[in-house]
């Protein structure tokens, strides 16, 4: 029997959220497969082009590659590859190499630029629907910029320095944010006066922001002003030229960057569809994201490119939301079609708004009513955004977010003012990460010598040492009442020897004279039950400590010779603090907690096997796990 097949159109937002649950629905029926078609390998993350326009972080800090996506969904095949047209009739997807028959059919093929037609802006505008935009931008500003530096001319200096943005909604707000951040670094690069370079908006509309709340949309413009942006409402443009702009009111502005974000429309591919279509050269559908005319076709439209009107003349809107929403509808109604089931109505739930000003601003309002400004509230955009991974089911997509965004990135251009991502040279954390898993080495060896000496080891493992039967953990359940010979009591009584001489005194450092306090005096009794349920009696409490000590030598070694350095001092980290808890630690020695997380900095990549190990972890499990990524996936390719 011939399988059924679905094939998505469009690895958007919708058509990724569309798919994904498709393959996690079906994934136990082999009788349907995937196929998802995108004209890329991999998906773009649209809401932070900006960042890459700007100069912020690099094109792959938002490219997640398909294969990495999908690759543990079996029933789904990647294809990459362009539609060029859709047979309805006969249910079948032509793209440039191929074709592929369909029983259900998703197009996720997303939106594009609408200029409406304003004479000039192909030619000489810059667009941000794509990766390869927002590459352009970022190289033509850097070379603008660059050449601006050495013109004589004062005039043509001048229009060189003034960056346009046509549109105030969140593409091109959050666009002339990332100018703000890199203005004074891109004008030091090139010795220049960055008062010389001058941002403007440029927006149709008396104001700006227009899905914001007024009192939001408010503090945004205070915040642009603020910076220098100087703002014109209710001044549409009539022409783009080479060198200058017009305005509708005959101005002109001289400029060389016009960064044109003033409208969105249906992906241009789909007028070869002969569909319905609605404002902006949407696909027209029903409720259940049907496409008119084509319900008995098994034909869908969802995200950016479908026009559902959710209330009169309001159709869906083109962000985030509502394409993951379109897309989880039409999966929703494509298994009700193969189950025999009820299909259910769209109904658009939309949790909030929030547009970044460049890396340290943002305004937010979630769930209609918290409303948010400035750090607060970029931190809920970045909250969103690994919300995102996580719905997705992508935790290395998510890791590498986080990367990028605190970690890797330069110029303190992070919610964090660079405090976080400055780079340092591992090398200098050597000598510490020798010295410290040395420390480790030489109190497990005391452990395992005990009172016998350190270079005769035919007097190890007597009298003093963890691997006798002595219980060395002093946990009052692991005393024996009438033996006070025990490795326990012995410590216990040793212990109240020495406080007949002399009190506990807190002290970060060792004083002769003086007995070091214990972090904790005694254990808190949550801590007492854990680990009274680890070691219930005195056989496992004797495996336990043999075991540390082994384990606390291996964990030594390792910190010494720079092997998994990140997990060996996490791993301290740990084990001090159950000392703590465990009344086993003094106030003398808490510098192990910080010198271990300072070690977690990567200092095994300096003069440690980490240098190898680590990259040749992450490329022979990437390459089981992932498989290998392509340039092109597909049968054809």
């Known amino acids: 029997m011939a399988k059924t097949e679905i094939v998505v159109v469009g690895a958007g937002y919708s058509g990724i959220a569309a798919t994904k649950m498709l393959s996690k629905k079906l994934k136990s029926n082999n009788d349907i497969h995937i196929t998802l078609i995108d004209r890329h390998s991999y998906q773009t993350m649209m809401t932070e082009l900006h960042e890459v326009a700007g100069g912020r972080v690099e094109p792959e800090a938002i490219q997640y590659d398909l294969q990495r996506l999908f690759c543990k969904r079996k029933n789904v095949s990647v294809v990459t590859d362009s539609v060029v047209n859709v047979d309805k009739e006969g249910k079948v997807v032509k793209t440039e190499r191929g074709s592929y028959a369909f029983d259900y059919l998703v197009l996720a093929m997303g939106g594009e630029p609408n200029d409406f037609g304003t004479p000039g802006v192909k030619e000489n505008g810059f667009t941000l629907w794509s990766m390869d935009d927002a590459i352009k931008i970022r190289e033509h500003i850097e070379k603008t910029v660059t050449l601006a530096s050495m013109e004589p001319d004062a005039e043509k200096r001048k229009a060189m320095l003034n960056f346009v943005v046509c549109g105030s909604g969140f593409t ?99 007028e070869e569809f002969e569909m319905e279509s609605a404002r902006a050269a949407r696909l027209v559908a029903n409720e259940y994201m049907q496409a008119k005319g084509y319900e008995d076709k098994g034909i869908y439209v969802i995200g950016d490119l479908v026009y559902f009107e959710e209330k009169e003349n309001m159709p869906t809107p083109q962000i985030v939301q509502a394409a993951e929403q379109t897309g989880h509808c039409a999966a929703k109604n494509i298994l009700a079609e193969i189950n025999g089931t009820e299909k259910e109505s769209y109904k658009g739930k939309y949790d909030g708004f929030m547009v970044s000003i460049g890396s340290k601003y943002a305004v937010a309002c979630v769930f209609d009513k918290i409303h948010m400004s400035g750090f607060f509230a970029m931190l809920m955009k970045h909250i969103i955004n690994l919300r995102y991974f996580f719905d997705i089911r992508s935790g290395y997509y998510m890791f590498q977010y986080i990367i990028h965004e605190f970690f890797r990135i330069g110029d303190e251009r992070n919610i ?67 033996d006070a010979t025990s490795g326990a009591s012995a410590a216990e009584g040793a212990g109240d020897a020495v406080a007949a001489i002399a009190d506990p005194v807190f002290g970060l450092s060792y004083a002769y004279g003086e007995e070091p306090m214990t972090v904790f005096k005694e254990m808190p009794g949550w801590f007492s039950k854990i680990m009274e349920f680890m070691m219930p009696n005195t056989e496992v409490a004797l495996f336990m400590q043999k075991f540390m000590t082994i384990f606390e030598v291996a964990l030594a070694l390792a910190i010494i010779v720079g092997l998994f350095t990140w997990l060996a001092n996490a791993t301290t980290i740990v084990l001090v603090i159950m000392f703590c808890l465990s009344g086993m630690f003094y106030w003398v020695n808490i510098w192990f907690l910080f010198v271990a997380f300072a070690l977690m900095n990567g200092s095994g990549r300096a003069f440690g096997l980490d240098k190898w190990v680590i990259p040749w972890i992450q490329r022979t499990v990437g390459k089981w796990w992932y498989g290998d990524v392509k340039s092109r996936y597909g049968e054809n390719a």
């Open 172 to 270: 091109g707000i959050e666009m002339v944010g990332e100018l703000i951040d890199w203005k004074d670094i891109i004008a030091k690069k090139n010795k220049l006066d960055p008062s010389e370079i001058n941002l403007m908006v440029v927006e149709a509309a008396p104001t700006i922001l227009n899905m914001l709340d007024r009192n939001d949309a408010g503090k945004a413009e205070k915040y642009l002003v603020k910076k220098g942006v100087k703002i014109l409402k209710d001044t549409p443009i009539v022409e783009v030229a080479a060198d200058h702009i017009v305005l509708k009111s005959g101005e002109t502005i001289p400029t060389h960057t016009l960064i044109w974000t003033a409208g969105v429309k249906a992906n241009s591919d789909a």
């Open 416 to 482: 964090m003012r660079g405090h976080t991502s400055r780079n340092s040279n591992v090398l200098w954390s050597v000598p510490l990460r020798v010295f410290y898993g040395s420390v480790w080495l030489v109190e497990a060896m005391k452990k395992i010598v005990g009172n016998g000496k350190l270079f005769s080891p035919s007097t190890w493992f007597g009298e003093g040492s963890w691997f006798t039967d002595s219980v060395a953990f002093p946990f009052p359940w692991l005393q024996q009442a009438a």
